[in-house]
C-alpha cells in the first residue's frame, strides 16, 4: 500500500463508496480519508451500522474528516444513485444483500439489491461522467471449481441466487462499460475487524469468534474438508484502490485473493491456538452439522492477472490477519 499511499497523497481524489455503513465499505472510507481523499458514501443500513462508520472515522484528524461526508440511500433508488456519484472521480460499489442464505429466502429482494442496484450505480456513475467504477463480484460466480486454483477464465456456475446476481452483474458490466473504466473483484472469503458478529449471514471467522467469546462451539457445516482462500479486508482495500486507478476504458474482472487455501479444520485450528494465546483461555472445540445448500467444496484463486495488471499484491498472511481479528474482536467485547 505504501506506494499507493504515496501516489494518493499528492493527488486528491473524489470518490463515492456505496455499503459504506458494511463490512468492507467501512474499510474503504476510513483508508481512503487517511490517504487525504474526499469521500461521499451511501448506506441504506439493510445490514450496515452506524457504529462501523463511527469506528471508521474515529482516528482521523479534523481536516480528515471534513472530506467526508454521509447520504442516507438506496441503490434501489436511481435519484439516490445519481446524487451519489456527481461531481464524483472514482465509484467503489460494495452495496448489496450479502449472503448464499438470505439469497434463498428471498430471491427477489437479492435481485432488486444486486443487480437493480447495480445497474442504478452504473447507470448513475456513466451519467455522472465517473472516470471509473469498482465493483464487488465474489468468488460465488465459479460455483464448484474443484480444487485447482479459479482463473477468471474458469467456468461460471453460480450455485444460488446470490451469485446469479452477481455473474448478471458482471454481465450487465461487460455490455455497458465501453466509455469508462468499469472493473468486477471478485472476492474470495473476506474477513477482518467490523464483519458483523451478530449476523447468522456473516462470514466464518466471525461466527466462529463470536461463538468462541460467548462459551459456545464453532459450528463445522460437513467435513470441515471445504476449503477458502481467505483474504483480510486491507488488502481488499488495496486492490480496489489500485483498480480505480487502472485507467483503462471498458470491463475488467479480477480475483481478489491470496492464492492459498486453508480447510475450514485448518482454520479453526488456527483460531483457536490464537485465540488461547490472546486470552489465556481454552477455546471450545466446535460440533459438526450437516452441509449447508449453495456452500461450495473448494475454492482457492489465481491471482495472477490482478498481480500483473493491478500490481495487487496481499500483504496480510492468513495468521497476521486473524491476528488483527481477534484483537479487535476482544477490544470491542464482541460476541458477547
Ligand atoms: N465479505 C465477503 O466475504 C465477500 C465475499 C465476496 C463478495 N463480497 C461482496 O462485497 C461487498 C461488501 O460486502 P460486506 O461483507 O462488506 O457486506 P456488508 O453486509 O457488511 O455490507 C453491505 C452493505 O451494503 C448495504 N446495502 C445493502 N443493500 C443496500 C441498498 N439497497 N442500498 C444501499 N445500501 C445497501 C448494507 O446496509 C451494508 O452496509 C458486497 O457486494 C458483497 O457481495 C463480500
Same mark, same amino acid.
Given at each position: 500500500? !505504501?506506494?499507493? @499511499?504515496?501516489?494518493?497523497?499528492?493527488?486528491?481524489?473524489?470518490?463515492?463508496? !456505496?455499503?459504506?455503513?458494511?463490512?468492507?465499505?467501512?474499510?474503504?472510507?476510513?483508508?481512503?480519508?487517511?490517504?487525504?481523499?474526499?469521500?461521499? &458514501?451511501?448506506?441504506? @443500513?439493510?445490514?450496515?451500522?452506524?457504529?462501523?462508520?463511527?469506528?471508521?472515522?474515529?482516528?482521523?484528524?479534523?481536516?480528515?474528516?471534513?472530506?467526508?461526508?454521509?447520504?442516507?440511500?438506496?441503490?434501489?433508488?436511481?435519484?439516490?444513485?445519481?446524487?451519489?456519484?456527481?461531481?464524483?472521480?472514482?465509484?467503489?460499489?460494495?452495496? &448489496?444483500?450479502?449472503?448464499?442464505?438470505?439469497?434463498?429466502?428471498?430471491? %427477489?429482494?437479492?435481485?432488486?439489491?444486486?443487480?437493480?442496484?447495480?445497474?442504478?450505480?452504473? %447507470?448513475?456513475?456513466?451519467?455522472?461522467?465517473?472516470?471509473?467504477?469498482?465493483?464487488?463480484?465474489?468468488?460465488?460466480?465459479?460455483?464448484?471449481?474443484?480444487?485447482?486454483?479459479?482463473?477468471?477464465?474458469?467456468?461460471?456456475?453460480?450455485?444460488?441466487?446470490?451469485?446469479?446476481?452477481?455473474?448478471?452483474?458482471? *454481465?450487465?458490466?461487460?455490455?455497458?462499460?465501453?466509455?469508462?473504466?468499469?472493473?468486477?473483484?471478485?472476492?474470495?472469503?473476506?474477513?477482518?475487524?467490523?464483519?458483523?458478529?451478530?449476523?447468522?449471514?456473516?462470514?466464518?471467522?466471525?461466527?466462529? %469468534?463470536?461463538?468462541?467469546?460467548?462459551?459456545?462451539?464453532?459450528?463445522?457445516?460437513?467435513?470441515?474438508?471445504?476449503?477458502?482462500?481467505?483474504?483480510?479486508?486491507?488488502?481488499?482495500?488495496?486492490?480496489?484502490?489500485?483498480? &480505480?486507478?487502472?485507467?483503462?476504458?471498458?470491463?475488467?474482472?479480477?480475483?481478489?485473493?491470496?492464492?492459498?487455501?486453508?480447510?475450514?479444520?485448518? *482454520?479453526?485450528? !488456527?483460531?483457536?491456538?490464537?485465540?488461547?494465546?490472546?486470552?489465556?483461555?481454552?477455546?471450545?472445540?466446535?460440533?459438526?452439522?450437516?452441509?449447508?445448500?449453495?456452500?461450495?467444496?473448494?475454492?482457492?484463486?489465481?491471482?495472477?492477472?490482478?498481480?500483473?495488471?493491478?500490481?495487487?499484491?496481499?500483504?496480510?498472511?492468513?495468521?497476521?490477519?486473524?491476528?488483527?481479528?481477534?484483537?479487535?474482536?476482544?477490544?470491542?467485547?464482541?460476541?458477547?
Amino acid at each position: 500500500m !505504501t506506494e499507493i @499511499f504515496k501516489e494518493m497523497t499528492s493527488k486528491r481524489y473524489r470518490w463515492a463508496v !456505496t455499503g459504506a455503513a458494511g463490512f468492507v465499505g467501512s474499510h474503504l472510507v476510513e483508508s481512503l480519508l487517511m490517504m487525504d481523499q474526499e469521500v461521499v &458514501a451511501m448506506d441504506n @443500513f439493510l445490514s450496515g451500522r452506524v457504529k462501523n462508520l463511527e469506528e471508521a472515522t474515529s482516528k482521523l484528524t479534523d481536516a480528515q474528516r471534513q472530506r467526508f461526508k454521509f447520504m442516507e440511500g438506496d441503490i434501489r433508488n436511481y435519484d439516490d444513485c445519481l446524487a451519489l456519484c456527481k461531481g464524483v472521480d472514482m465509484v467503489l460499489h460494495q452495496a &448489496a444483500l450479502v449472503s448464499v442464505p438470505r439469497s434463498f429466502d428471498d430471491p %427477489l429482494l437479492n435481485n432488486q439489491c444486486n443487480v437493480d442496484g447495480f445497474l442504478n450505480v452504473l %447507470l448513475a456513475a456513466k451519467a455522472s461522467g465517473v472516470k471509473s467504477l469498482v465493483y464487488a463480484s465474489s468468488a460465488a460466480v465459479y460455483g464448484d471449481g474443484g480444487e485447482n486454483a479459479l482463473k477468471e477464465s474458469s467456468l461460471l456456475n453460480p450455485k444460488s441466487p446470490y451469485a446469479v446476481s452477481k455473474m448478471t452483474d458482471e *454481465l450487465y458490466a461487460q455490455v455497458l462499460s465501453e466509455d469508462l473504466n468499469v472493473v468486477g473483484l471478485r472476492y474470495m472469503n473476506v474477513y477482518g475487524p467490523r464483519q458483523d458478529p451478530g449476523s447468522p449471514y456473516s462470514g466464518v471467522i466471525t461466527i466462529w %469468534l463470536s461463538r468462541i467469546a460467548s462459551g459456545n462451539e464453532p459450528i463445522i457445516y460437513g467435513d470441515g474438508k471445504n476449503t477458502r482462500d481467505f483474504v483480510y479486508v486491507k488488502d481488499v482495500v488495496q486492490a480496489n484502490i489500485r483498480a &480505480a486507478l487502472l485507467g483503462a476504458q471498458g470491463h475488467e474482472v479480477f480475483n481478489i485473493g491470496t492464492g492459498r487455501s486453508v480447510t475450514l479444520l485448518e *482454520l479453526l485450528d !488456527t483460531i483457536r491456538d490464537l485465540y488461547q494465546r490472546k486470552t489465556g483461555t481454552n477455546p471450545p472445540e466446535g460440533d459438526f452439522a450437516p452441509f449447508r445448500k449453495g456452500d461450495v467444496r473448494f475454492s482457492k484463486a489465481d491471482i495472477s492477472k490482478a498481480k500483473e495488471l493491478l500490481g495487487y499484491d496481499p500483504e496480510y498472511s492468513l495468521r497476521e490477519g486473524l491476528e488483527k481479528t481477534i484483537e479487535w474482536f476482544i477490544s470491542k467485547g464482541a460476541g458477547k
